[in-house]
């Protein structure tokens, strides 16, 4: 079978020389036209290994008008969740036979940062964007472009109903709950980056729930995410003696919360029960491991990615099961000491 030249490299041409088809079913082939003979297909399909030939982006897309290029957002931050959540973008993108392009925003930025790499996106070619990232979704520049690109925004404001999204309350709920069931007098908070609207709803969940049990909310003990906010926090608790039991707003700041606990001479859960958020692989193997309410950050991104996707298609939405919140009891929690 003839090959190209070593210092050469294999063309569209050449593809179609070897499989004995025209340069246009070459395309269409690569480009995953239905319209396409089974024999013809698997021809061209022979020819494209033999010579090694790949298809070159610019040119595809200059032949299509196609970029098949998707837009993800998401904040400049270590945290498991946004790694988790680009894990199921790519996957679904992967599939759909689309690249993935990223733009990082800094923590705390203005709106404009978030508006700049949109457009930067948009400038790249993206044909659909993702914003993993907590912003105004009510943002007059922000809304003028979500309606002339399809776009998959994870923070709505709170009551909003979305299919797509994760219900940060009930996650509250079923933490804080939990802790009530198992005895406890009260539940304290260690919250989240206020930054983010997950971490006000998990708030105001936790203070209703404790409302509607006759209890008066114990302050908040402030957090940023970071396991070492949680070890700030950690700290401030085991210097309060009738504090039985915490719900942490993240796995992460758990850890922290865990350590210095455990540095104070507090036994968890003997003396204080944590129950926290996210389930993330290290919340089964911590010491002890944690009680946690369970959210499936890659699933999130497929059904995201999926949502975009489809729009883009001017198809139908794919069925897809709602994204349910799921309480994960471990050994961190247990009734108070009589």
Known sequence: MPRP??????????????????????????????????????R????????????????????????????????STARYSS???SVGIEEVAAAEGYTVTTATVAQRAPIAAFVAAFDRLEQQGAEGIVLASPIPADDPAMIARTKRIPTSI?????????????????????????????????VWHVSGDEYWMEALERRDAWERVLRERGIEPPPVI?????????????RTLAAIPDA?????????????????????????????????????????????????????????GRIAATRVIDRIEGRAPTPM???VPELVVRASTAPPRA
């Open 44 to 75: 061209v399909r022979e020819a494209v290994d033999a010579l090694g030939y790949r298809v070159h982006a610019g040119a595809a897309s200059l032949a299509s008008g196609r970029t098949r290029v998707l837009g993800v957002i998401i904040l």
């Open 244 to 300: 039985t039991a915490v719900f942490v707003a993240s796995d992460e700041m758990a850890f922290g919360v865990l350590r210095a606990l455990h540095e104070a001479g507090r036994t968890v859960p003997d003396d204080i029960s944590v129950a926290s958020v996210d389930d993330i692989a290290l919340a089964a193997y911590s010491s002890p491991a944690l009680t946690t309410v369970k959210q499936p950050f890659e699933s999130v």
């Open 321 to 323: 099961d709602p994204v």
């Open 154 to 186: 994870f923070e709505l404001p709170a009551g909003s109903v979305d299919p797509d999204r994760v219900d940060q309350s009930l996650i509250a709920r079923l933490a804080t709950e939990h802790l009530l069931d198992l005895g406890h007098k009260t």
């Open 222 to 234: 402030p957090g940023d995410w970071t396991p070492e906010s949680g070890y700030r926090a950690g």
């Open 83 to 85: 790694g988790a959540l």
């Open 5 to 42: 030249p070593k210092e050469g490299v294999a063309s569209q041409v050449d593809v179609a020389r070897l499989a004995r088809v025209s340069t246009q079913t070459v395309s269409r082939v690569m480009s995953g036209h239905p319209h396409v003979r089974p024999e013809t297909a698997r």
